[in-house]
């Protein structure tokens, strides 16, 4: 019997390889300025802007998205203008987040114990039909921004003084990336949860630079190994009855080694015929002294 005869077990799988395509797509960026741990951090803001719904009685992704957002602008001031480094801005933005969000959440009291555990570490089989429309207009406004800027993300994410030379908008392409990737954890956070969400912002890109080159081909083969794991990490969920995230991010890091170890495996095989002596075209040529004994 299909598990995907189920309707929760089909939207479940949206959810998720709308998760898996969108986190790479802006997770290559970070991952290029060597801000891989962001997306951790603005889901730990995002947990402050679901105590906020939680509180109000109003929605927590509308609120994450309103907060996360809020915290992603913040740090990247704080980041180009603030005499803090990106580091320090990242752990208050670590550190506030997390401790906002329980605070609020303590306030809410028994409202919120149930469903804090499902925005923590994702809940897509409970996801409606509703969730599963706002996930696909959210994630496809950040394919839309991720692919169609590519070329200038690429820029400022490779060196921002050149690009900023070169006449292009830096400030706003920055703001506007942290906007993104603060949409993206909200979109995320159904599928796998805040706490997981940056796994999946990172992991396909470190699986994707293990067996591609150039940044177009790294981004590509990231957003089909996010799509991939997070098909079979659903199904795998759905057979064996295991928790949807930690299974999508388990099957996520499985790919990461597998390609890991096949990439080492070509190079050191490589390495080996470089090193072994090409064998001569045709014999020697007979001495002359050999022939007369004959």
Known sequence: ????????????????LITGATAPALGVYLVQRRLSLIGDGIGHIALTGVGVGLLTSHSPVLTAVLVATAGAVAVELIR???????????????????SGGVFLVSLAADRSSTNLTAY???????????DVVVMAILGGAVLLFGL???PWLFAISQDEEYARVSGLPVRTLNLLLAVGVAVTVTVAMRAVGLLLVSALMVVPVATAQQVSRGFAGTMRVAMLSGVL????????????????GATIVLVAI?????????????????????????????????????????
């Open 120 to 130: 923590l570490f994702g809940s897509p089989l409970s996801a409606s039909r509703g």
């Open 148 to 150: 169609v800027l590519r």
């Open 229 to 244: 794991a997070a098909g079979l990490g659903i199904w795998i969920s759905g057979t064996r009855d295991t928790a949807p």
């Open 1 to 16: 019997m299909s598990i995907f005869q189920y309707d929760f077990m089909i939207r479940a799988l949206i959810a998720a």
């Open 254 to 294: 499985a790919g990461f080694l597998v390609a890991a170890a096949s990439s080492g495996a070509l190079r050191a095989a490589r390495r080996a015929r470089a090193r072994v002596p090409a064998p001569p075209t045709s014999a020697p040529p007979v001495p002359v002294s050999a022939r007369d004994e004959h």
């Open 80 to 98: 180009q203008r603030g005499r803090a480094s990106g580091d320090v801005a990242l752990a208050i933005l670590f550190y506030g987040g997390i």
